[in-house]
């Protein structure tokens, strides 16, 4: 019942016994210890647990970790190099795409590929693109705004206002 | 939430799948995407002793367009043909039908086959095979036979497919003249399972006269259906408004909704006779664009 697998995350190399049943979700935070891909539903609704496997975006919690042997995955640690942040995590920095935080590894590692596929999205492509991602904080509007900030900023377009809008 | 234990095994050729599963008979359960399976495994709905992995056996993953059909393999990805420009200018039905499907995490990873093979009619793909007039290819260690996908689904999650069998390719008829298809669904957030869900495909002549028409129901029904008056109630004919409110008040009489959280079966007749007008106007657009 038990397997040995090789999984690349983030450029390192994991090699570990696991068993048949392990969820590729366990394998990342419990073997390789990187606790910052998140479980939240568990039932592949909320997109907490978002990560990349070959660069497509997949929920880790409905993907067992023996189906990944010999693939590469990318989590959010894997975003920022010795450069810096990475323009996504820098949109949601910048326009507060955040409050709690805990679904915003997964919103991040699933934006990186929306604007990987279409690099000038619109809002309406944004509110599609995340729409396997839930935030019960933001209200979606400054995420959808970090969206655009780092769509501007990998196409390298003048960045948009990162002024709050407020709604008279 | 941990499924309970089964051994995995991961064959990289289907000969090596066909010997897998004829070991291991009716413990063994076949993994595509695992989007509709490891969730039922997770729930311990389904506790299977061994699953046999299609995602390391080349070849199920083609799509063609050849033969005055189009080939799509098994395992190819609901996402890969939600962006395939060659099969959506012909078939924006897959367009319609991948927005309304789960997710697009869930569809980088859920498959065509596993869709179907799954033989669940709240999924939205059995409704648009049913309309497309699709047929599927099951293999075996010593064959390969084609059955029309009318007579594929069987029974809740009971399908054509037999033990020792893999569904290998589904092949789509892509009609000669003028034709059009479109699906849509209501559901009640996005990512749901349909609340109901029409698939329509209608092809025409010169003259603008229907010369088939394949429509389809989602989740209004034990099986995914087909709505056979409706179709019969359009072919022939100059599709018109008329004709269009016949057949859509015809398929909310035909199909079978259960009551549920989703609604009561009134609502869903309702939501299926809305859903028919909209889909023929729109196939039909297709069609004559």
């Known amino acids: 019942m038990t397997k040995e697998i090789t999984v690349t995350i983030n450029g390192e190399e994991h090699t570990h016994e696991v068993e048949s049943r392990t969820l590729l979700v366990h394998f990342i935070r419990e073997i390789a210890e990187l606790t910052g891909t998140h479980i939240g539903c568990d039932t592949s609704s909320c997109g907490a647990c978002t990560i990349l496997i070959d660069g497509k975006s997949a929920k880790s919690c409905t993907i067992l970790a023996v189906q990944v042997n010999g693939k590469n995955v990318t989590t ?75 769509g501007a900023k990998l196409r390298g377009d003048e960045l948009p206002s990162t002024e709050p809008v407020f709604v008279e | 939430m941990i499924p309970a234990n089964f051994d995995y095994h991961a064959p990289s050729t289907l000969d090596e799948a066909f010997k897998l599963l004829s070991e291991l008979g009716d413990e063994a359960k076949i993994l595509a995407g695992g989007h509709s399976l490891i969730p039922m495994m997770k729930l311990r709905f389904a506790e299977p002793e061994h699953l046999v992995d299609l995602g ?55 498959t065509l086959g596993g869709n179907l093979a799954h033989g669940d009619a709240a999924n939205d793909q059995p409704a648009v095979m049913l309309a497309l007039g699709a047929s599927v290819e099951i293999t075996n260690a010593e064959e390969k036979r084609t059955v029309d996908i009318n007579d594929f ?107 549920d959280l989703r609604g009561d079966s009134d609502y869903k007749r309702r939501v299926i006779r809305s859903l028919t007008k909209k889909m023929i106007a729109k196939a039909l657009e297709r069609a004559q664009a």
């Open chain 2, 56 to 110: 390391g056996i080349p070849g199920l993953n083609t799509v063609s367009m050849e033969n005055g059909s189009l080939h799509i393999g098994a395992m190819v990805k609901e996402a890969e043909l939600e962006h395939n420009a060659e099969v959506t200018s012909k078939f924006p039905i897959f367009t319609d039908a991948a927005k309304l499907i789960a997710d697009p995490q869930v569809r980088n990873f859920g």
């Open chain 1, 76 to 150: 959010v640690e894997g975003l920022a190099t010795t450069e810096g942040v990475h323009p996504i995590q820098e949109g949601f920095k910048e326009n507060h795409g955040l409050h709690c935080g805990f679904c915003t590894s997964g919103m991040m590692m699933r934006c990186v590929e929306l604007l990987e596929n279409n690099p000038n999205p619109t809002e309406e492509e944004i509110r599609w693109g995340i729409s396997g991602n839930l935030c019960r904080c933001t209200g979606y509007n400054n995420i959808v705004k970090a969206v655009q900030y780092a």
């Open chain 2, 153 to 259: 689904f069987y029974g809740f999650y009971m399908t054509a497919i037999q033990e020792g069998e893999i569904l290998t390719n589904i092949s789509i008829p892509v009609p000669a003249g003028k034709f059009g298809n479109a699906y849509s669904k209501i559901e009640r957030k996005v990512g749901d399972y349909a609340t109901g869900g029409v698939a329509v495909a209608l092809e025409l002549d010169d003259s603008g006269v229907c010369t088939r028409a394949g429509i389809g129901l989602t989740n209004v029904n034990p099986t995914p259906m087909r709505a056979e008056r409706s179709e019969a109630a359009l072919v022939g004919k100059v599709i018109d408004a008329a004709a269009i409110a016949e057949a859509a008040q015809m398929a909310s009489e035909d199909c079978n909704p259960s009551d």
